[in-house]
Every structure is written in C-alpha cells, then in structure tokens.
C-alpha cells in the first residue's frame, strides 16, 4: 500500500468450490471471510486463484483464474462463504482451463512481499492466507498465465438479460434457449432454471406487493402515474452466473434503471445498499424492505 506498482493478492480457492463455480455459471467473483479480501488489493490489482486438483499421484496444484479486480463489496450479514467479496471485470480477467499444468514448483518459487517463501509440503495449507506478492512473483504469474488456455466453460454462459426477459415474456422458450446458449454450467443447473419458471412467477408477483410496483433505485411508480406495471425483476447475483433464485437475490427496477445496470455491469454493496456503477458512483436505493445490510 502507498506504493506505486500494483500488489496482487493469491489466494487458495477449494477444487470443489472451483469445479462448483463452473458449475453453476462462472461468478468471476471471490468470497472470504478474511477482511485481507478487501485492504490488501485495491480496484485495478489482481486476485490470483490457485487451486489443488486430486490426481493419483498427489495433489497438482493449478492456476484456475486471475481476476482483475473492478469493485470491491461486502455480502449480507450471515451470508455463508464469508464477508467480504472481491469482483473480477469481466473483460479482463480470466479463467484458466481446470486441466492446466502443475504450478507447484512455480508456487515454491514465489517469495512475497515479506519475502517468506512456501516452506511446507503443502502448498494448499500454506495460502490458507491470503498472501500479497511481490512484483516479481506477479510478473511470474503473468508469464505462467500467458501459456494457459482458457476454461471454455467460464465463456458459454447465456447472457441474464435476455435470460430474465425469456423467463418473463416467453417461458416455453427458456429451456430451448439454455441448451443453445447456457452451455458452459452444468446440466442439473440448466434443468433448474428451466423449471424456475413458475416459481419465478410466485416471487416477481411477491416482490410487485411489496413495493407496489415501485422502483427500488428511484421510487418510480408507473402503477400510480399510468396504471400500468412496468417494473421488473432482476437478480442481484446473476442467475447465469450462480445466483440464487429467490427474493434475497433479487430487488424490483424500472425498465431504465434495469437496463442501465445490465449495460454498466453494475455492481450491489450490501454495505450501504447501494449499486456501484463505473467511476465509483454509488446509487443506495431509496426503498427496502425485503435486502439485509451487510
Ligand atoms: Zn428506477
Ligand atoms: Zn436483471
């Protein structure tokens, strides 16, 4: 901190939360309950993601993803992997194939910041904390990273707008439409997007009650003004992209605000209630009553 060149972070990311993650539809995010998540990187540095992957000789340990880090923002109280969460823009971070080469001597080679190097057998146990790097740790990591293929799955996801309006305007094509676009998740997570429908129904109706059709962000209310329910529903955590289906995950916006924030890939602190748009500006919203603050 203070200094001039960018300090990445590492961090060890479960093999099965990894494999669970794709999944589910690649979240490009991370979640920890180590407040490190959030005062050891700031927005423009990179997470790298290490993880270990079970093969009959041992563990490989592998470089599964590298985010480059375009918000920081806390969860929920209570929510269940951890506090903190770190986002990944979407342009420029990646996800490296789960079949990638054995990193483990690369990782033995890493001194740093503190210049403690990995001394124990197990390399899973040494990132168990979160570690800053070094400069020249990241320029390694970037030239290891620069002869991986990316993961396919983390690519073939189906974009959420046109997922949410399919789900609204048009459910008997939802299911067709995910086994042509949503392929890089799994087939259990595709067979229960495709049956959310009715259920999605129940909750958009629950969420229009209450707010009377009102806008979460700006408090329009088309119902009163012109009679007419133009409000939608979005998911705070994309469906696509792992987010549940399910009215902690999701809030009521006017058309205009819901497109704005598909457009600017709009981010949701759960500190402050609020969106984070590029730039740093913050919108709160100006009605709640169904999302818990962090
Ligand atoms: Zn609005
Ligand atoms: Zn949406």
Not at 32 to 41: C, E, K, V, W
Not at 116 to 135: D, F, K, N, V, Y
Not at 212 to 230: H, N, S
Request: charged share 20%.
């Amino acid at each position: 901190m203070g200094s001039n060149s960018p300090v990445d972070l590492l961090a060890y990311w479960r093999w099965d939360n990894f494999l669970s993650d794709l999944d589910e539809g690649a979240g490009f995010n991370f979640n920890s309950n180590q407040p490190r998540l959030h005062s050891a990187i700031d927005v423009g540095e990179s997470l790298w993601l290490v993880t270990g992957r079970p093969s009959p000789h041992g563990t490989a340990y592998v470089l599964a993803a590298r985010l480059v880090i375009t918000a920081k923002t806390h969860n929920a109280a209570g929510y269940r992997y951890g506090r903190f969460r770190l986002w990944g823009d979407l342009a420029k971070s990646r996800y490296f194939t789960h079949q990638g080469p054995d990193a483990s001597a690369l990782l033995r080679g890493l001194r740093f910041d503190a210049d403690r190097p990995i001394a124990a057998a197990h390399i899973g146990q040494a990132l168990q904390t979160l570690r800053a790097l070094s400069s020249a740790d990241a320029r390694c990591l970037e030239a290891w990273a620069s002869a991986l293929t990316d993961e396919p799955r983390a690519y073939a996801l189906v974009d959420e707008m046109a997922l949410e309006e399919t789900l609204r305007e048009r459910p008997p094509e939802l299911g067709p439409m995910l086994t042509r676009t949503h392929r890089g998740v799994s087939d259990a997570t595709r067979a229960r997007l495709t049956s959310a429908v009715s259920r999605n129904r129940d909750l958009v109706l629950e969420l229009r009650a209450l707010y009377q059709g009102r806008c979460q962000l700006c408090a329009f209310d088309p119902g009163t003004l012109y009679a007419v329910d133009l409000c939608e529903a979005h998911h705070i955590v994309y469906l696509s992209r792992g987010g549940e289906d399910a009215l902690a995950n999701m809030m009521l916006l006017c058309p205009n605000h819901h497109s704005t924030v598909h457009a600017t890939g709009a981010i949701f602190d759960h500190a402050g209630l609020s969106y984070i748009f590029p730039k740093g500006r913050r919108d709160p919203l100006v009605l709640n009553k169904h999302l818990t603050a962090a």
